[in-house]
């Protein structure tokens, strides 16, 4: 089994900061990509980075500039920094992996079960 945990949103102010973790944990071979994606209300799941195994990090363009992907490659854990949050930026956000599992050496794509950040006053 594979799992991804995700942790660290929560209600910040416009102009705040948040720093969200995701740990990937359980019968893991190697990790492609990982990233994030958030939800707001009423939207459909949109990209907001993913850092490949090897490259340039992809980040959204509404993004850019004030939030950042990283990974600590040891750890399988992917974070994401956020600067300047603007109520916009107000969803559900979801952990990513494309990764590939020590059991059968399959390749497949995982998801957290979501953290809530909300930007508001």
């Known amino acids: 089994q594979v799992e991804l945990v995700e942790s660290g949103g929560g209600l910040v102010q416009p102009g705040g900061s948040l720093r969200l973790s995701c740990a990937a944990s359980?019968?893991?071979?190697?990790?492609?990509?990982m990233g994030w994606y958030r939800q707001a209300p009423g939207k459909d799941r949109e990209l907001v980075g993913l850092?490949?195994?090897?490259?340039?990090?992809n980040n959204a363009e509404s993004v850019k500039g004030r939030f950042a992907v990283s990974r600590d490659y040891e750890k399988n854990t992917v974070y994401l920094f956020m600067l300047n949050l603007r109520p916009e930026d107000t969803a559900v956000y979801y952990c990513?992996?494309?990764?590939?599992?020590?059991?059968?050496?399959?390749?497949?794509?995982?998801w957290g079960q979501g953290t809530q950040v909300t930007v508001s006053s």
């Open positions: 990513y992996a494309d990764l590939i599992r020590q059991t059968d050496l399959r390749r497949d794509d995982y």
């Open positions: 850092m490949p195994e090897e490259g340039r990090t």
């Open positions: 359980g019968s893991i071979y190697s990790i492609h990509t």
